[in-house]
T-cell receptor
Framework: GDSVTQMEGPVTLSEEAFLTINCTYT??????LFWYVQYPGEGLQLLLK?????DKGSNKGFEATYRKETTSFHLEKGSVQVSDSAVYFC????????????FGTGTKLQVIP | DVKVTQSSRYLVKRTGEKVFLECVQD?????MFWYRQDPGLGLRLIYF???????EKGDIPEGYSVSREKKERFSLILESASTNQTSMYLC???????????FGNGTRLTVT
């Protein structure tokens, strides 16, 4: 079945540091890929998405590129801020008729001033 | 903006009680989902529904049931709560395959 593997956390960075959170997936067909973010005390919200190979999703300075050859969707940001402290989830949506969305285990990011 | 409202932020129940978690969405989306979130395990799908009165089991349906009598409302039912059901429960909705999920703020359930 489908699966998503993302790097273990927590990740602690200083403000303005470069961020990479790795995400790889296994899936049949051609899934859509997502990054969601969860701020403390809240539900998840969509950060960015990509629906086909070589697509780049971007939002709020974050980027991720759908790499079919390496089955990866790594999240990057050039300069993190304290307000980026949250838990980040990589996810995929099956391209078939089944509505299932599969999530990774989440990576907690803490940014210190 | 889609709004997904979960009726309670925090619940404390006793072992053996019947528990209802309610979720309401305001965007006429076909699909609704219940997930539970546990540290180190991420989000796991309990049940989803793609239409009124329709439901499908997710990865961990044991000990749970669901009800969808109206399009905007999706209820998760714990028939006899147990301590291993202590968790954060998240409701979500989307408009179809490949479209993003919209989440409620979650219900933190503690079973003692």
């Amino acid at each position: 079945g489908d699966s998503v593997t993302q790097m273990e956390g927590p990740v602690t960075l200083s403000e303005e540091a470069f961020l990479t959170i790795n995400c790889t997936y296994t899936a049949t067909g051609y899934p859509s890929l997502f990054w969601y973010v969860q701020y403390p005390g809240e539900g998840l919200q969509l950060l960015l998405k990509a629906t086909k190979a070589d697509d780049k999703g971007s939002n709020k300075g974050f980027e991720a590129t759908y790499r079919k050859e390496t089955t990866s969707f790594h999240l990057e940001k050039g300069s993190v801020q304290v307000s980026d402290s949250a838990v980040y989830f990589c996810a995929l949506s099956d391209s078939g008729g089944y509505q299932k969305v599969t999530f990774g285990t989440g990576t907690k990011l803490q940014v210190i001033p | 903006d889609v709004k997904v409202t979960q009726s309670s932020r925090y619940l404390v129940k006793r072992t053996g009680e019947k528990v209802f978690l309610e979720c309401v969405q305001d965007m006429d989306h076909e699909n609704m989902f219940w997930y539970r979130q546990d540290p180190g395990l991420g989000l796991r799908l309990i049940y989803f529904s793609y239409d009124v009165k329709m439901k499908e089991k997710g990865d961990i349906p044991e000990g749970y049931s669901v009800s969808r009598e109206k399009k905007e409302r999706f209820s998760l039912i714990l028939e006899s709560a147990s301590t291993n059901q202590t968790s954060m429960y998240l409701c979500a909705t989307n408009r179809g395959v490949g479209s993003p999920l919209h989440f409620g703020n979650g219900t933190r359930l503690t079973v003692t």
